[in-house]
């Protein structure tokens, strides 16, 4: 699975164009705890599309992916010391 985790990378990178938000969700919380990085960059990029200038003080999805990637960061190093 980990050398797939590109291929869902950009499954959800396509998905925040053609696909509901809720797959967009699914797909980056499956790749979180392989590549950690993945939801704040992938919540950067909605908000680089979908974002109005003047309707939040606050990058919503760029919030949400750095709440994600700190969670997958958590459960990744749950992983690596095996007390799971």
């Known amino acids: 699975m980990k050398h797939f985790a590109w291929l869902l990378v ?23 705890p392989f590549i950690p990085g993945a939801p704040l960059a992938i919540g950067m990029l909605a908000d680089a599309f ?24 958590f459960v990744r190093s749950r992983f690596a010391a095996g007390s799971i």
């Open 50 to 73: 979908y974002a109005a200038p003047s309707a939040h003080a606050l990058p919503f999805f760029t919030v949400i992916g750095g709440a994600l990637s700190g969670v997958a960061l």
């Open 10 to 32: 950009v499954g959800a990178c396509c998905s925040l164009l053609f696909f509901p938000r809720v797959l967009t969700l699914l797909l980056v919380l499956a790749v979180g």
